[in-house]
């Protein structure tokens, strides 16, 4: 094999095209091989390869800086860069992250797992370089609809007027995750329809040198293209035409489907009978779509993310123009979302827990000030194994604390209804709803509350001493922890399900000194200016002890979700535990 050559990028320089060739082809199949396994991004990776082959050929990293953005398509640069381990041998298939990584390599410049960042953080990177007199290479290589998010717009904008050394790889494979969306890729189009020779030219109008290279998986015709933006004095994009999927007939049929896969994919036959399960998403595609048949004003937005909703094609063709996939620019739907609402629309928006912390100014000022009544869907909320650029746990201390927004977590399915429809029917407050995760929780019977009342929780089961109150998805861990200390310690404790993030119960919560001695909070993210801070500071002047379980504020980066759970005390036993040394605690000083 030819990859037994390779171990570092310096290798490359000794191979010839045609043995770059074959290379290409070897690294193919062990990232076919390797995603079908494990998980991860396949389309995005198979595209880049041969690109990342040439600019490895004709540039010297980690001297000359690579800055990947998302990470979508850095496997074959990991496989060059001493990685490749991670590759061949499926008993370190998970020893490297997806994600370029510093830690892992010299190679890798920064942790990067979200979009639009790459030109913003190479134009830093090179701007530090003239100002230490340094030389060498900064290239960007941003694509997979990247270019739709607003940081890449300014990121380009400020590029543009380096007056130095900057290279872009603009990777256009006629994709985001799934289609585009924006007038920027038309002018894309006119530029690949014209062999980059149109006058009408954006990264022109910029102030960028531009080329364009139609066959953007021809190693020999990228390192032509690359050769000659080598060590240029001035900001310049390089624009390459891609197939996404290359050399995986499937993943170039069904380009959206193998952006990112789970294991055993190509394993399972397209025309298997899938039988439909209800979950929190078929709950939330069939509330829009009655709501679409019946409403002129409702809207469905997202972010270039509509596989993570279940948003498939027939959906999308479905709800039509009351559906707006704005590209990955989160920023901009919060705003759009917003303003759709203050004008009399009905707009719901969906995002990923992990994305939330990009709309933060948006969610203050253009949806919280003007106390816009949109609808925000927050999906994958919740401690996780992921990876750190990944991590859904933050999600409730960002939301929660920004005036006029109502936040709701649901402990299961009738719930989640309710508040679905109080959202959409409600004008007075923006409204986001933590969409629960895990197995769906069903009661049976419908959930009839009135949530204008706000921060009324509900009282589930009154007992004695002890007061549990179970967040959302951790309302489940509350059950167990309550029945937990009825066989240690034979109390009957009293069961709360909050429902409501952004507020608390103060007529329970008074209440509840009545006949209490401890409250315990659980709840499904960071405790850091979480739910159980608001719990503790109004016990804050009392006798009350209160005890706070949830995430530490850190980055946690693809430890298993049983070992998190033991780290921060979130087991039935621990917390019982943690309880039971309390209650000692509390008796010995009141003796």
């Known amino acids: 094999m030819i990859l037994d050559k390779v171990n570092m990028p310096n290798d490359l320089k000794q191979l010839s095209l045609d043995e770059m060739n074959v290379l290409a082809d070897?690294?193919?199949e062990l990232i076919i091989k390797?995603?079908?396994?494990?998980?991860?991004?396949?389309?995005?990776?198979?595209?880049?390869?041969?690109a990342t082959v040439a600019l490895h050929y004709v540039f010297n990293s980690p001297v000359d800086k690579f800055v990947f953005d998302v990470s979508h398509q850095c496997y074959p640069h990991k496989i060059l860069t001493g990685r490749k381990e991670g590759f061949t041998d499926p008993e370190k298939y998970h020893v490297y992250t997806g994600y370029t990584a510093p830690e892992e390599s010299e190679h890798d410049l920064f942790k990067i797992g979200h979009t639009s960042t790459s030109v913003s953080l190479a134009a830093g990177v090179a701007k530090a370089r003239d100002l230490k007199g340094e030389k060498g290479n900064v290239i960007a290589l941003i694509g997979d609809g990247s270019l739709s998010g607003g940081e890449a717009l300014e990121g380009l904008d400020n590029a543009a007027a380096l007056g130095s050394n900057i290279i872009i790889i603009v990777n256009d494979n006629e994709m985001s995750i799934a289609e585009n969306h924006g007038g920027l890729y038309d002018n894309l189009k006119l530029l690949r329809e014209t062999n980059g020779d149109a006058?009408?030219?954006?990264?022109?109008?910029?102030?960028?040198?531009y080329s364009y290279v139609e066959e953007g998986n021809n190693i020999g015709e990228l390192i032509k293209a690359f050769e000659a933006v080598k060590d240029s004095i001035k900001p310049v994009v390089v624009h390459i035409h891609t197939e996404k999927g290359h050399g995986l007939e499937a993943a170039v049929a069904n380009k959206e489907k193998f952006h990112w896969?789970?294991?055993?994919?190509?394993?399972?036959?397209?025309?298997?009978?899938?039988?439909?399960?209800?979950?929190?998403?078929?709950?939330t595609k069939d509330f829009i779509l009655n709501k679409v048949k019946t409403d002129c004003r409702a809207i469905v937005v997202n972010a270039g993310t509509p596989g993570v909703f279940g948003f498939d094609k027939e959906f999308r063709k479905t709800v039509g123009k009351q559906y707006t996939d704005v590209g990955i620019a989160e920023e901009h739907a919060v705003a759009y979302s917003s303003a759709l609402a203050k004008c009399g629309a009905k707009p719901i928006f969906t995002v990923m827990s992990s994305f939330i912390q990009r709309t933060y100014d948006q969610m203050s000022q253009d949806m919280a000030l003007n106390n816009s009544p949109m609808t925000m869907l927050v999906y994958w909320g919740g401690i996780s194994g992921a990876d750190a650029t990944h991590l859904c746990s933050f999600d409730m201390s960002l939301i929660g604390n920004i005036p006029n927004i109502v936040y709701l977590a649901p402990a299961n399915k009738e719930e989640y209804l309710a508040m679905l429809e109080y959202s959409y029917n409600q004008n007075a407050h923006p409204v986001a709803i933590r969409?629960?995760?895990?197995?769906?929780?069903?009661?049976?019977v419908a959930d009839n509350t009135d949530y204008s009342m706000l921060n009324k929780f509900k009282l589930e089961e009154k007992g004695e001493k002890i007061a549990i109150l179970g967040?959302?998805?951790?309302?489940?861990?509350?059950?167990?922890v309550k029945s937990e200390l009825k066989s240690r310690l034979g109390i009957d404790a009293t069961l709360i399900n909050p429902r409501f993030i952004t507020g608390i119960d103060e007529e329970l919560?008074?209440?509840?000194?009545?006949?209490?001695?401890?409250?315990?909070?659980?709840?499904d993210g960071i405790l850091d200016g979480g739910f159980g801070e608001k719990v503790s500071r109004f016990y804050g002047n009392s006798d009350m002890k209160?005890?706070?379980?949830?995430?530490k504020k850190e980055f946690s980066d693809r430890v298993p979700l049983d070992e998190l759970y033991r780290r921060y005390h979130l087991t039935k036993e621990l917390i019982s535990d943690d309880v039971e040394k309390c209650l000692k605690v509390a008796c010995c000083v009141h003796n």
């Open 26 to 28: 070897e690294m193919r």
């Open 34 to 50: 390797k995603v079908n396994t494990t998980g991860g991004h396949m389309g995005p990776n198979l595209g880049i390869l041969e």
């Open 199 to 209: 006058e009408l030219n954006f990264f022109k109008a910029l102030g960028f040198d």
């Open 261 to 283: 896969i789970l294991p055993g994919t190509l394993d399972v036959k397209e025309d298997s009978a899938v039988s439909a399960v209800e979950s929190y998403d078929s709950f």
């Open 435 to 444: 969409v629960p995760m895990g197995e769906l929780v069903s009661t049976g």
């Open 471 to 480: 967040l959302g998805n951790f309302f489940k861990l509350a059950k167990e």
């Open 509 to 523: 919560l008074e209440n509840l000194k009545q006949d209490h001695s401890v409250v315990v909070t659980l709840e």
């Open 546 to 551: 209160v005890l706070n379980f949830g995430a």
